[in-house]
């Protein structure tokens, strides 16, 4: 297996996981009230689920791979700039940016 798949399916089944945790979780509930994007959990929870069963089908499907992981790119700068806004230490930024660069690398390399 290529290292590209393995990031492929790694950051997949992250953006699954958590998208559902968007859902699930009353700590994510709380996250999203604090990130002051409670009203768009859901529709930013769907979203990662998407993108990440995106980045699984675009394995086969390469458009579909560039789409998802342009989306991710976009969500995780986001991220990131809100996580900045609200004054998170790094340690509460870094996923965010680590899953930028894995987005990144996934778009760049394919």
């Known amino acids: 297996m290529s290292t590209n798949l393995v ?3 790694f950051t997949s ?3 699954i996981i ?3 945790n968007s859902f699930t979780s ?3 509930v709380n996250e999203y009230e604090r990130w002051g994007f409670g009203k768009y959990r859901k529709i930013i929870g ?3 689920i998407l993108c990440g069963a995106g ?3 675009g394995i086969k499907f390469l458009i579909l791979l560039q789409v998802a992981s342009l989306s991710l790119i976009i969500m995780m700068s ?3 700039i809100v996580r900045i806004k609200i004054k998170d230490n790094i340690s509460e930024i870094l996923p965010a940016i ?3 660069l894995l987005s990144i690398l996934i778009l760049m390399s394919n």
Do not use: E, T
């Open 26 to 28: 009353n700590r994510m």
């Open 46 to 48: 769907f979203s990662q």
């Open 78 to 80: 986001l991220a990131i």
């Open 98 to 100: 680590c899953y930028l």
């Open 18 to 20: 958590y998208g559902i």
């Open 7 to 9: 990031i492929v399916i």
């Open 13 to 15: 089944i992250s953006f």
């Open 55 to 57: 980045l699984i089908i």
